[in-house]
Nanobody, 124 residues
Framework: QVQLVESGGGLVQAGGSLRLSCAASGGTVTDYGMGWFRQAPGEEREFVAATSRGGGSTYYADSVKGRFTISRDNAKNTVYLQMNSLKPEDTAVYYC?????????????????WGQGTQVTVRF
């Protein structure tokens, strides 16, 4: 089964950028639909972005559309989340997830594997 390890989180000022990485092992990212989710303290986990198994489709939550970009580097077996124009409300633990289905996965329940998360903190 695939293992996922996120990295790239940190502390950034509002308006800044971060790029999160999700490195996969024990499987190849081309065999999975990939997604990013986040969970702020006291909040439910929420969908952020997804890319389909073939990589041909992407989808974003309205709250991040136009600011975040999900992408893959198949040679590095890694999925990225480029986050620009960050806002304090983007503060959360960000999780990478993988699913075996071909369709875009917009809900956490359709994902089979999860990383441990990486903290993103955006200050005013």
């Amino acid at each position: 089964q695939v293992q996922l390890v996120e990295s790239g989180g940190g502390l950034v000022q509002a308006g800044g950028s971060l790029r999160l990485s999700c490195a996969a092992s024990g499987g190849t990212v081309t065999d999975y639909g990939m997604g990013w989710f986040r969970q702020a303290p006291g909040e439910e986990r929420e969908f952020v972005a997804a890319t389909s198994r073939g990589g041909g489709s992407t989808y974003y939550a309205d709250s991040v559309k136009g600011r975040f970009t999900i992408s893959r580097d198949n040679a590095k077996n890694t999925v990225y989340l480029q986050m620009n124009s960050l806002k304090p409300e983007d503060t959360a633990v960000y999780y990478c997830a993988a699913r075996r289905g071909y369709e875009l996965g917009l809900g956490g329940s359709v994902y089979d594997y999860w990383g441990q998360g990486t903290q993103v903190t955006v200050r005013f």
